[in-house]
């Protein structure tokens, strides 16, 4: 029997194991296939990079545990690179499976930081449900639509959140970073918020969702593009950090290989098949 | 009367809501803002109406032994200890010692991870068994799903390092995704956009009513 009949019958928990395999392997034994940025990454850096120090950056953070590989270490990372510039961060979460991961991921980066406090350089306000009405009822008052944080802390309690003291609406954020998986995220963002409020945006999303956000990205209304965990790797490497996304690359690597192969063979299989019927 | 309120309801509020985005005076940002508030409580009841249906639906799918119906009990069940348990917690539920984030770390937490992870096994075993190339549009497609696949990862690069850079895995990758995948994007984003704009105007005129009680 040749190897293509032998692929024709293969059974399909093969795939899954060698699946498996190629991606456990590189967690084990990274191999650091060179990384090159990308110019929507950089955009997103330099995004960052062009805020005023200490001025005070809305991040949204838009998504639940299904995406964390994704989502996370894009997180991480803009994070630690708005603390590195003094700068504010009030985050929103408009999922409701997601502020739980993203209060422990904002409180993890905020433990590298002694020096940083919640509510005074930092502040979670939490899930509202409500989707697009949120967005635009923060254009009102950003205090409006979230009355209290994560922690039940009222917004206009100044003692408890002086952060809030500075937040009004949107005019009040040089810059909104959107990190999303799906609906509502980047895209409600750039069509309820950036176009009507015109806030600067840049976005972070995941690999799947990543080439809708590209007219938004050549039409200038997002200044930079995280996609996926390859995103993620890139923006780390501009930063000179080695965190999980750079780690994952590998596994991402040798799992896309695979994955074409499978297209490849299965093809060469299929086409075999129909020579032989033909004949 | 019972179709011609709501019908004039929609269409003022619709209306006054497209006001609302090009007049920025009081007199109309106040009462948009109200409903603002409206719609974000709406939303809210929704998750009450949502969560009691799954209850109906479930069981009534028990009572009647359906088909998988211990599976709908498990369901029924852990979304009923998932809600005592976050009354029980209180005001602090959300605060890593109680029991609620116990659920939220250990239970919905890996099984949303595991659920989203085993679609690279899917993916895999699809791609062995039903990408087929049979016509010249399918070439095309698979020619570019290739190329964007291994460009997007670091070892397309590495492999093609020592071909000029116009050459590189990478760059082919991102000229697809600038241009070609974009214009296609855009001309769907468009489209979509009129489409959503006609729904809007036929909501607004009355001219669609589906809305209402299932009606054409």
Sequence with gaps: MGLLSRLEKLDRRWLYAILAALVIGPMVRPLY?????????R???DAIRQVPDGSTVLMACDYDPSTRPEMVPMTMTAMRQLFDKHCKVVVTVLW?????????TLRRVASEYPDKRYGVDWVNLGYKAGYEAVMVLMGQGIANAFPVDYGNHRTNDYVALPIMQNVRDYSSFPLLVSISAGYPGTKEWVQQVNSR?????????????????YPYLQSGQIRGLLGGMAGAAEYEKLRNERGSATRGMDAQSLAHVFVALCILLGNLVQWRKRRGVAA | MKREIPLFITAAIGLFMILSFFVPHQLVSVPADFLQQCAIIIVAFGYVLGGANVLRVNFDAIYKRQSGWPYKAVLVGALLVTVIIGI????????????SMWIYNNLYSPMQATMFSLLAFF???????????RTLEAGLLAAAALLVMLGRVPIGNYFTQWLPHSLHLGTIQEWIMTIPQNAAKRAILMGAALGVMATGLRVILGIERSYLSGEE
């Design chain 1, 33 to 41: 296939f060179p990384l090159e940025v990308s110019a929507p990454v």
């Design chain 1, 43 to 45: 955009g997103f850096y």
């Design chain 1, 96 to 104: 409701n499976g997601g502020p739980g991961i993203v209060d422990q």
């Design chain 1, 197 to 213: 409020f015109h806030i600067p945006m840049i976005s972070g999303s995941t690999a799947v969702q990543a080439p809708e956000f």
């Design chain 2, 88 to 99: 029980t917690d209180g005001a602090g539920w959300q605060d890593p010692p109680t029991r």
């Design chain 2, 123 to 133: 993916i895999a075993s699809a791609a062995f068994r039903a990408f087929r190339i």
